[in-house]
Protein backbone atom coordinates (compact mmCIF):
# COMPACT_ATOMS: atom_id res chain seq x y z
CA UNK A 1 0.00 0.00 0.00
CA UNK A 2 0.95 3.74 -0.56
CA UNK A 3 0.06 6.64 1.25
CA UNK A 4 -0.69 9.97 -0.09
CA UNK A 5 -1.33 12.57 2.48
CA UNK A 6 -2.51 15.97 0.92
CA UNK A 7 -4.50 19.02 2.06
CA UNK A 8 -2.17 20.98 4.37
CA UNK A 9 -1.90 25.01 4.13
CA UNK A 10 -1.28 27.97 5.79
CA UNK A 11 -4.30 29.24 7.78
CA UNK A 12 -5.26 31.88 10.63
CA UNK A 13 -5.38 30.55 13.89
CA UNK A 14 -8.92 29.41 14.86
CA UNK A 15 -9.64 28.50 11.22
CA UNK A 16 -10.30 24.73 9.94
CA UNK A 17 -8.40 22.67 7.63
CA UNK A 18 -8.98 19.16 6.36
CA UNK A 19 -6.18 16.72 5.58
CA UNK A 20 -6.96 13.71 3.64
CA UNK A 21 -4.52 10.70 3.46
CA UNK A 22 -5.76 8.14 -0.23
CA UNK A 23 -4.35 5.04 -0.25
CA UNK A 24 -3.36 2.99 -3.31
CA UNK A 25 -2.43 -0.75 -3.91
CA UNK A 26 -3.64 -3.72 -2.23
CA UNK A 27 -3.82 -3.79 1.60
CA UNK A 28 -5.59 -0.80 2.23
CA UNK A 29 -8.05 -2.24 4.23
CA UNK A 30 -5.49 -2.75 7.40
CA UNK A 31 -6.47 -2.04 10.92
CA UNK A 32 -5.18 0.84 11.49
CA UNK A 33 -4.29 4.48 10.14
CA UNK A 34 -3.38 7.72 11.73
CA UNK A 35 -1.92 10.95 11.54
CA UNK A 36 1.42 12.24 13.46
CA UNK A 37 2.78 15.22 13.37
CA UNK A 38 6.17 16.81 13.87
CA UNK A 39 6.93 20.35 14.47
CA UNK A 40 10.60 21.74 14.00
CA UNK A 41 12.84 20.80 17.08
CA UNK A 42 10.60 18.37 18.48
CA UNK A 43 9.40 14.62 18.38
CA UNK A 44 7.22 13.17 16.05
CA UNK A 45 4.06 12.73 17.80
CA UNK A 46 0.63 11.26 16.62
CA UNK A 47 -2.56 13.53 16.31
CA UNK A 48 -5.15 10.70 16.21
CA UNK A 49 -6.10 7.59 14.71
CA UNK A 50 -8.81 5.30 13.57
CA UNK A 51 -8.73 1.72 13.39
CA UNK A 52 -10.75 -0.64 11.08
CA UNK A 53 -13.84 -1.36 13.43
CA UNK A 54 -14.15 2.34 13.68
CA UNK A 55 -12.04 2.86 16.67
CA UNK A 56 -10.43 6.09 17.45
CA UNK A 57 -7.83 7.57 19.40
CA UNK A 58 -6.82 11.55 19.78
CA UNK A 59 -3.82 13.44 21.56
CA UNK A 60 -5.52 15.32 24.80
CA UNK A 61 -4.10 18.64 22.86
CA UNK A 62 -6.24 17.88 19.86
CA UNK A 63 -9.63 16.55 21.89
CA UNK A 64 -12.32 18.49 20.81
CA UNK A 65 -10.82 20.19 17.94
CA UNK A 66 -9.87 17.75 15.40
CA UNK A 67 -11.97 14.71 13.89
CA UNK A 68 -10.26 11.76 12.18
CA UNK A 69 -12.66 9.41 9.96
CA UNK A 70 -12.46 7.20 7.16
CA UNK A 71 -13.98 6.39 3.47
CA UNK A 72 -13.33 2.89 2.83
CA UNK A 73 -14.87 2.93 -0.03
CA UNK A 74 -12.52 5.83 -1.43
CA UNK A 75 -9.67 4.31 0.44
CA UNK A 76 -9.48 7.44 2.39
CA UNK A 77 -8.62 8.71 6.00
CA UNK A 78 -9.27 12.22 6.28
CA UNK A 79 -8.13 14.81 9.33
CA UNK A 80 -10.49 17.63 10.17
CA UNK A 81 -8.92 20.29 12.16
CA UNK A 82 -10.77 23.53 13.78
CA UNK A 83 -9.97 26.04 16.17
CA UNK A 84 -6.73 25.56 15.10
CA UNK A 85 -3.79 27.58 17.06
CA UNK A 86 -0.25 28.21 16.89
CA UNK A 87 1.41 25.60 18.33
CA UNK A 88 -0.74 23.08 15.73
CA UNK A 89 2.49 24.11 13.35
CA UNK A 90 3.89 20.83 12.15
CA UNK A 91 4.53 18.48 9.10
CA UNK A 92 1.82 15.87 9.46
CA UNK A 93 2.29 12.56 8.20
CA UNK A 94 -0.42 9.78 7.70
CA UNK A 95 0.91 6.56 8.37
CA UNK A 96 -0.76 2.97 8.42
CA UNK A 97 0.05 -0.14 10.34
CA UNK A 98 -1.08 -2.70 12.73
CA UNK A 99 -1.72 -0.26 15.73
CA UNK A 100 -0.64 3.30 17.30
CA UNK A 101 2.71 2.48 17.70
CA UNK A 102 4.34 4.20 15.16
CA UNK A 103 8.20 2.46 15.64
CA UNK A 104 5.91 -0.92 15.09
CA UNK A 105 5.31 -2.14 10.79
CA UNK A 106 4.40 0.79 9.41
CA UNK A 107 3.77 2.88 6.28
CA UNK A 108 4.54 6.09 6.02
CA UNK A 109 2.74 8.84 3.55
CA UNK A 110 5.20 12.13 2.74
CA UNK A 111 4.18 14.91 4.86
CA UNK A 112 1.88 18.03 4.43
CA UNK A 113 3.12 21.35 6.23
CA UNK A 114 0.57 22.65 8.00
CA UNK A 115 0.92 26.47 9.12
CA UNK A 116 -1.03 28.03 11.82
CA UNK A 117 -0.64 32.12 11.40
CA UNK A 118 -1.20 34.90 14.12
Known amino acids: VQLQASGGGLVQAGGSLKLSCAAS????????VGWYRQAPGKQRDLVAG???????VYADSVKDRFTISRDNAKNTVFLQMSSLKLEDTAVYYCRAGPDSNQYGPSTWGQGTLVTVSS
Open 50 to 56: IYSAGGT
Open 25 to 32: GSGFMINY
